[in-house]
């Protein structure tokens, strides 16, 4: 099937979407006018107009959803030839080798992804200014040979043959893609899918045509992507267009990681690093942490995201591109692909103040340095007195402090005291020990934070950051000397507080040995601010 008759296909497909609603509002129209025309009268009638009006609603919102929405698109930071000349000089040159147009606009985004758009007319069959987005995370972890793979994939899509009428398809699976997963959403669970009952029908109406749509041009968006693979190895070299694929894995999760232990740690606190480091930071941990990542770009997935994911797996991607011949470009562009930006620290800064919303207080506090971000971040979430485990205690006793718990614990209430923590509906109908073992993760996980809460409100937990590994949690005694602390320091303290709180939490609970720990905190400390 040549790409003219792929691309009209498609086009029928939409405008099929577009049919289904347009025909059944013309159906409860023909129906209210021979309701309003009968002649009949009565509360039945009346029940009946609102019943159609209530059904007409969905089925415009429908055919409204279809529409692509008024500047839909990621966030970021946009970068001009003027300040980033070297950049765009490779987008552009790289346009001019594979045939096609440049972009108009280059946006920095904090996505671990490279996209290109065009906001073109008619369905894609008007030209229009196209833009790039490019992913900060992909400059600070690609090399410059791998980051001209991605750029080549992403403006090879414009480019190839196969894809000269791609942007027609690709946007006839976004728009019916956005709809069926917005009516998906819709459709609800409970009482709302009780009440909603001919919703739900529609709703599975358009479902279903638009999962057909999604199959029907899946084949299609595949072959582009291969064919756009194919370019970027012919232009960038099928080493670095391989090796970039096979990063993506492990910036995506090491990307996720730095954001939750590291960058916003501190974010519903409304405390950020210091400015410019929010993701700046990211670099110093891809450096420190260059081994955990090996295994994550051998191991690729086989399978992609979803059976309707436009992406072959990237297994596979790999396979085809290692696959062609050797080209002999295995030592270029090794330089990492970050230093192409010019005026790094203003741009880091600008995308902060482009992707990040505001706190609920309204401004965000910056942390002096990393260890003191670190500090701060998990001395309020240890103080934090709405944690479940500490919400159940001041439940039942008034107090919730270690002491207390222990002292229920002792008494032998623990399970009774645990059937106020959140738990799964399967976890609340079991029984014994059955009930016990789904719950003891979380009490595990509770009293660890518990514990370190108490060392803190007596001064007496000392945080240790690092990039290589796990922050520390250095327990002290007097003189700030570590108690369970040394080459074994982790979030949770050590394995000494590990072993007391299973003690703890056994069958035939000891508290002996978390009593006995704690005591050796003690001292005559003055508790910190804000810890309660």
Same mark, same amino acid.
């Given at each position: 099937?040549?790409?003219?008759?792929?691309a009209?296909?498609?086009?029928?497909? &939409?405008?099929?979407?577009?049919l289904?609603?347009l025909?059944?509002?013309?159906?409860?129209g023909?129906?209210?006018?021979?309701?309003?025309?009968s +002649?009949?009268?009565?509360?039945?009638?009346?029940?009946?107009?609102?019943?159609?009006?209530?059904?007409?609603?969905?089925?415009?919102? $429908?055919?409204?959803?279809?529409?692509?929405?008024?500047?839909e +698109?990621?966030? $970021?930071?946009?970068?001009?030839?003027?300040?980033?000349?070297? *950049?765009?000089?490779?987008?552009?040159?790289?346009?001019e080798e594979a045939?096609?147009?440049?972009?108009?606009? /280059?946006?920095?985004?904090?996505?671990?992804?490279?996209?290109?758009?065009?906001r073109?007319?008619?369905?894609?069959?008007?030209?229009?200014?196209?833009?790039l987005?490019?992913?900060?995370? &992909?400059?600070?972890?690609? #090399?410059?040979?791998?980051?001209?793979?991605?750029?080549?994939?992403e403006?090879?899509?414009?480019s190839?043959?196969?894809?000269?009428?791609?942007?027609?398809?690709?946007?006839?699976?976004?728009?019916v893609g956005?709809?069926v997963?917005?009516?998906?959403?819709?459709?609800?669970? =409970?009482?709302?899918?009780k009440?909603n009952?001919l919703?739900?029908w529609?709703?599975?109406?358009?479902?279903?045509?638009?999962?057909? /749509?999604?199959?029907?041009?899946?084949?299609?968006?595949?072959?582009?992507?291969?064919?756009?693979?194919?370019l970027?190895?012919?232009?960038?070299g099928r #080493?670095?267009t391989?090796s970039?694929?096979?990063?993506?894995?492990? &910036?995506?999760?090491s990307?996720?990681?730095y954001?939750d232990?590291?960058? *916003?740690?501190?974010?519903?606190?409304?405390?950020?690093?210091?400015?410019?480091?929010?993701? =700046?930071?990211?670099?110093?941990?891809?450096?420190?942490?260059q081994?955990?990542?090996?295994?994550?770009?051998?191991?690729?997935?086989?399978?992609?995201?979803s059976?309707?994911?436009?992406?072959?797996? &990237?297994?596979?991607?790999?396979?085809?591109?290692?696959?062609?011949?050797?080209?002999?470009?295995?030592?270029?562009g090794?330089?990492?692909?970050?230093?192409?930006?010019?005026?790094?620290?203003?741009?880091?800064?600008?995308?902060?103040?482009a992707?990040?919303?505001?706190?609920?207080?309204?401004t965000? #506090?910056?942390?002096?340095?990393?260890?003191?971000?670190?500090?701060?971040?998990?001395?309020?979430?240890?103080g934090?007195?709405?944690?479940?485990?500490?919400?159940?205690?001041?439940?039942?006793?008034?107090t919730?402090?270690?002491?207390t718990?222990?002292?229920?614990?002792?008494e032998?209430?623990?399970?009774?005291?645990?059937?106020? *923590?959140?738990?799964?509906?399967?976890?609340r109908?079991?029984? +014994?020990?059955?009930?016990?073992?789904?719950?003891?993760?979380?009490?595990?996980?509770?009293?660890?934070?518990?514990?370190?809460?108490?060392?803190?409100?007596?001064?007496?937990?000392?945080?240790?950051f690092?990039?290589? +590994?796990?922050?520390?949690?250095?327990?002290? $005694?007097?003189? $700030?000397?570590?108690?369970?602390?040394?080459?074994? =320091?982790?979030?949770? =303290?050590?394995?000494?507080?590990?072993?007391?709180?299973?003690?703890?939490?056994?069958?035939?609970?000891?508290?002996r040995?978390?009593?006995?720990?704690?005591?050796?905190?003690?001292g005559?400390q003055?508790?910190?601010?804000?810890?309660?």
């Amino acid at each position: 099937m040549g790409a003219f008759t792929r691309a009209l296909r498609a086009l029928v497909l &939409l405008a099929g979407f577009y049919l289904i609603g347009l025909v059944l509002l013309a159906l409860l129209g023909l129906g209210d006018w021979a309701l309003a025309t009968s +002649g009949h009268h009565g509360i039945g009638v009346i029940r009946l107009l609102i019943l159609s009006v209530v059904l007409a609603v969905p089925l415009v919102r $429908g055919l409204a959803l279809v529409r692509t929405p008024p500047g839909e +698109g990621p966030h $970021g930071v946009e970068l001009t030839p003027e300040a980033q000349p070297r *950049l765009w000089e490779l987008v552009r040159a790289l346009a001019e080798e594979a045939g096609t147009r440049a972009p108009a606009r /280059v946006l920095l985004t904090a996505d671990v992804n490279a996209a290109v758009s065009e906001r073109a007319r008619l369905l894609g069959l008007v030209p229009g200014p196209r833009a790039l987005y490019l992913g900060l995370p &992909l400059l600070q972890g690609l #090399t410059e040979a791998q980051l001209r793979g991605v750029l080549a994939h992403e403006l090879g899509h414009y480019s190839h043959a196969d894809t000269r009428l791609s942007g027609l398809t690709s946007r006839v699976r976004e728009q019916v893609g956005r709809t069926v997963a917005h009516l998906r959403g819709e459709s609800g669970d =409970g009482e709302t899918r009780k009440r909603n009952v001919l919703h739900r029908w529609l709703a599975k109406l358009y479902i279903g045509y638009g999962t057909l /749509v999604l199959r029907v041009t899946l084949q299609d968006a595949r072959r582009q992507e291969f064919a756009a693979d194919r370019l970027a190895a012919r232009l960038a070299g099928r #080493t670095a267009t391989a090796s970039a694929l096979r990063e993506l894995p492990a &910036l995506e999760s090491s990307f996720a990681y730095y954001l939750d232990r590291y960058a *916003l740690a501190g974010s519903d606190r409304g405390l950020l690093p210091p400015r410019g480091e929010v993701f =700046g930071g990211y670099g110093r941990l891809l450096d420190a942490r260059q081994l955990e990542l090996v295994h994550m770009r051998t191991e690729l997935p086989d399978e992609p995201a979803s059976p309707y994911d436009s992406h072959p797996p &990237l297994a596979a991607r790999v396979r085809r591109i290692e696959e062609l011949p050797e080209d002999g470009r295995t030592d270029e562009g090794r330089a990492a692909a970050f230093a192409l930006l010019d005026a790094p620290e203003r741009v880091l800064a600008a995308l902060e103040d482009a992707v990040l919303k505001a706190p609920p207080s309204g401004t965000w #506090t910056r942390a002096a340095d990393w260890p003191d971000l670190l500090t701060r971040s998990m001395d309020a979430r240890l103080g934090d007195q709405d944690a479940p485990l500490p919400r159940a205690l001041l439940r039942e006793k008034g107090t919730a402090g270690l002491p207390t718990l222990l002292s229920v614990i002792e008494e032998g209430r623990l399970w009774d005291l645990a059937r106020h *923590l959140p738990a799964s509906a399967e976890a609340r109908a079991a029984k +014994g020990r059955a009930r016990q073992a789904m719950l003891r993760p979380l009490l595990r996980e509770q009293l660890h934070r518990m514990v370190l809460a108490d060392f803190s409100v007596r001064g007496r937990l000392r945080w240790e950051f690092s990039w290589e +590994g796990p922050h520390a949690a250095v327990l002290t $005694g007097d003189g $700030g000397a570590p108690l369970v602390a040394g080459p074994e =320091g982790r979030e949770d =303290g050590g394995p000494a507080v590990e072993a007391a709180i299973e003690a703890a939490l056994a069958d035939r609970p000891d508290t002996r040995p978390l009593r006995a720990l704690c005591a050796l905190g003690d001292g005559p400390q003055t508790p910190k601010d804000g810890l309660v």
